[in-house]
């Protein structure tokens, strides 16, 4: 699964290196299935594999300020987001 997904990656955007895509690709398959306080580990470990290499923060969209007010509404804690 985690080539498929590299795969795909890199036909969207052949200019980005494999350790980007790699990072990526790890985020994205692995990172949804921990809890919250592994996500520390999580990222020091793909930051051991991949030293040096950093994703740019994605912009926070309408979809996650919307659950965020919301979430502050009801009086709800908002968590940061790791990445």
């Known amino acids: 699964m985690m080539l498929v997904v590299a795969g795909a990656l890199k036909r969207v955007d052949q200019e980005v290196s494999e350790e980007l895509i790699m990072y990526r690709t790890m985020l994205d398959l692995i990172k949804p299935k921990l809890v919250y306080l592994d996500l520390p580990l999580f990222m020091a470990l793909l930051s051991d594999l991949f030293p040096g290499v950093e994703q740019p923060p994605a912009p926070a969209g309408a979809l996650r300020n919307a ?15 790791s990445n």
């Open 67 to 81: 659950i965020e007010a919301d979430l502050s509404e009801n009086n709800l804690q908002v968590l940061l987001q």
